[in-house]
């Protein structure tokens, strides 16, 4: 909308008028339009996140504890609302409708991304809200929605002019050039990868209040710069990545969407009022990945989100460490139940508080979330 804006006032014959409105041009600009994406949707997540949450709390959609939760810590969260993640796919839509170019087919498809996913984890929600337990949607459901949206993600970027040159090839942060040219069934199957992957790697994060949105928000950061970079031809040949036109869009996207988890961070943060459950956390996984596919930034989507890269791999060792040995690796998983454990334990001995642990261990995934977010950028230089 404010891009249309843009364009009335470019194509404005009377000089008066559009020296007096000139102004009006810096909504040209993805820079400018990145910020006010991020100021729209934090400002609207400030303004209806509390009625959300009542809304919430009025309809008894509470988060659900197994009965064999190993933390007491999270039999507290017991009751508190879910489906928060219903507050960033609002903002995140609403600033994006109003920042975005229109009919950009790369913002488009990050928000159907966003939106497709996020509706398997509203899906699963529901179900565990409405059933009052917490095993909500079968697996094999969420991951054939997971790998629907790939399918339509691949068959998408294979039609676009901007992105059909690039839709095999394999990129790897370090080399200017494609690394190999997958074939088309390998192709298809390693999108359905890095959708599956992202998704869920973020949504088994999200287990301590803030966690998972704030390291969401340093890998919105490192994908802005990165998208700008891949949309602007100069910055895309200095650094020697794909030049993909267009692309600079998902900037604003990815503006739109820190402002919103930054909003909704608000309320996430310990003792937090709402949870994001999986209608958020599949829908920052989904949003994400389908952006760093669009570029071509997919593998490094390992160093930007390394935590969440660390959180699925913790899960996958904790599993076939027990089946193969039925001894466990880590206390509890994913790995920060385990710090979680360890620092109340060592709390209690000391006598220190242990009230401040989830939020000492959530800040310190936060530090190694914005490092990994630095490393991820300094790949595009180092080619």
Known sequence: MFYWLYEWWSQLEDPALKDSLSPMRMLGYVTVRSMLGAAISFGLSLLIGPRVIHWLLELKIGQ??????????????AGTPTMGGLLILGTLLISSVLTCRPGNPFAI??????FSLGMIG????????????SKGLAGRWKLLGQL????????????IPETAPHARDLMLPFLKDPFFTLPAAVAVVYVCIVIMGSSNAVNLTDGLDGLAIGCSNAVAVAYLVMSYCAGHVVFANYLQ???????????????CLLGSGLGFLWFNAHPARVFMGDTGSLALGGGIATAAILIKQEVTLIFVGGVFVM?????????????????????????????????KEAAEQEGRDVEVIETLVTIRFWVLAIIC????????KIR
């Open 148 to 159: 629907t949206w790939a399918l339509i993600l691949f068959f998408s970027i294979t039609q």
């Open 122 to 133: 509203f899906a699963d929600d529901y179900l565990k809200v409405s059933k009052k337990n």
């Open 373 to 380: 977010a630095i490393l991820g950028i300094a790949t595009l």
């Open 241 to 255: 990545v794909p030049y993909i036109a267009g692309a600079e869009e998902l900037a604003v996207f990815f503006g």
């Open 311 to 343: 959180e699925a791999v913790s899960v996958l060792l904790q599993v076939a460490s027990f089946k193969l040995t039925g001894k466990r690796i880590f206390r509890c998983a994913p790995i920060h139940h385990h710090f979680e454990m360890v620092a």
């Open 109 to 114: 498809l990050a928000l159907f991304g966003s």
């Open 64 to 77: 659900p504890v197994r009965d064999d939760e190993v933390l007491k810590m999270q039999r507290k969260k």
